[in-house]
C-alpha cells in the first residue's frame, strides 16, 4: 500500500509540476503546528519536490520566497490556499502576489481555499455534531 492510501491523499485532478499550500500567517510558533504537519503529510505523500508550505504574512517562508526556490524544471505550480473563506486576501492580496510572480515560463493557479471543499464542509459539520452531542 502506497504514501497515498495510506493517508488517504486523492491524486490531484490536474496535473502540475508542484503545489504550495498557503496558510495566512502567524508569528507564533504553536499557530504554525497544524500546517507544518499537513506540509509533512502530503510531503511525505507526493514527495518534498512536489509541495512547499508558505505563509501570507507574518511568518516565513512568504510565497515569493517559495516560489524563488523552485527548481528550474517546474513549469507549473498550484496555490492551495489553507483558508475557510475567500476575503480581501484571496481576492486581491495573493492574485497580486501571483501575477508579479508569474513569469513565461512558470504558470502559477490559484486554486479555491480548502474551506470550498464539500468534504471539508462535511468535516466542520461532523465536529460541531460532535461538540453537540450528535453524532
Do not use: C
Not at 16 to 26: C, F, R
Not at 65 to 84: K, M, N, Y
Amino acid at each position: 500500500m502506497g504514501n497515498r492510501e495510506t493517508l488517504g491523499i486523492k491524486m490531484l485532478r490536474k496535473d502540475y509540476d508542484h503545489i504550495i499550500l498557503l496558510a495566512h500567517g502567524s508569528p507564533d510558533p504553536l499557530w504554525k503546528q497544524p500546517f507544518e504537519s499537513l506540509y509533512h503529510q502530503v510531503s511525505t505523500a507526493y514527495g518534498e519536490d512536489n509541495a512547499s508550505l508558505a505563509y501570507m504574512e507574518l511568518t516565513s517562508p512568504s510565497l515569493e520566497d517559495v516560489v524563488a526556490e523552485l527548481s528550474d524544471d517546474v513549469r507549473t505550480v498550484a496555490v492551495l490556499p489553507l483558508f475557510l473563506a475567500v476575503g480581501r486576501h484571496l481576492r486581491q492580496d495573493v492574485p497580486a502576489q501571483i501575477a508579479t510572480l508569474q513569469r513565461d515560463d512558470l504558470h502559477i493557479e490559484l486554486l479555491a481555499p480548502i474551506g470550498d471543499d464539500d468534504a471539508v464542509k462535511q468535516a466542520m459539520l461532523s465536529v460541531v455534531a460532535n461538540h453537540l452531542g450528535k453524532v
